[in-house]
């Protein structure tokens, strides 16, 4: 789990065997960094268990104490590669410059001639703090870019195999009639249809991937305004029809819509339903129903549910399917972009809802949007 900035809190260390300095040091030091956690040990064994498991982020060693000394403690951190990084300040009377140089050299980052003054230690923990505050900012980041660049060399090899298939059909039929098509009118028609259906299955790909990468880069334009619900549903209903009809589907609408108007991107809102409805027609069986569902929910909110009567989802795959090219094993004939789900979700959360799918069922597949009645986000124009 990476921290944020905001829940961290330096832990600082000292390891000091004078009890009278110990306690002086920790005291002057909680006084002047209450933002920071402040430790002490009596010698170098137990500062170095400390630090052998974790979490001391500026560690102050005297360099004469028993058990361990300040030299032994600089060495076993920075030969341990398990440990993080350990901002450490050496304190010290008077010892040989070539002992104190080989010790910087081995890995402490400053030193602290005895007796100094309280303001002098506390800028030289202020500026460990600093440093391990910015390199944790700078392992975060390259954290997240590491994952960054994971995901898109994933992205782009599935978005690579996805366009290859239908370009790879168009190629195939077009060729077909380019060489037979006069020897075989026949097979004209035939290698048209899968043109035009590829080439319709590649402009869907092409137009999730673009409403995805936006959606994902923050450049959607959202549009917030009052909309009635039933009118939104109706719309939805009629673009439909004619595709229910032609795979003998009864597409049944059951809503309950609030009474006042919701305030939602129209657009988006539609594109989420479009997804639910579209994704519940194709994978349901002919003369099967699929029914789309408005009703109020608890807490100023209001639900959309799409149910159809298909084979359902898999035991497990209730959330996996809003992943990326996330698919449901129903054969090619009815496959699409493994995306729409995946935008649907961006799209819900965006408004401050969810959607999830019905798990448990025994057959066909309910998902359910749940909506604030007002966005969340605020019902301004522009890119967010």
Sequence with gaps: MVVTAEAWRPRVLIAEDDADERSSFAAALRLELPGADIETAENGGVAWELVRHGGVDVLLADIGMPVLDGFELVQRISHDGSIPDVYIILLTGTVPEERLYAALGEGADDCLLKPFRVDELVMRVRAGIRRIGASRRLSSRIHDLEGFAARQSEFLSVVSHEIRTPLSAILSSANILRRYGNQRPDSVERFARVIDEEGRR?????????????????????RFEPVAVGELIDGVRESFSALAGERRLSLIVNCVAPEEDVVVD??????????????????SPEGGKVELRCRGAASGCFRLEVEDEGSGIPPG?????????EQLEVGDER??????????????????????????????????????????????????
């Design 266 to 283: 129209r657009d988006r809102l539609t594109q989420v339903l479009v997804n639910l409805v579209s994704n519940a027609i194709k994978h």
């Design 202 to 222: 590649l402009t869907r790909l092409i137009n999730n991937l673009l409403d995805l990468t936006k959606i994902e880069a923050g450049q959607v334009e959202w």
């Design 335 to 384: 496959g699409g972009s493994g995306l729409g789900l995946t935008i649907s979700k961006h799209i819900v959360e965006h408004h401050g809802g969810r959607i999830w799918a019905e798990s448990g069922r025994r057959a066909g597949a309910l998902f359910v949007v749940e909506l604030p009645r007002t966005c969340r986000n605020g019902a301004g124009d522009g890119a967010v």
């Design 317 to 325: 795959c209730e959330e996996r399917i809003f992943e990326r090219f």
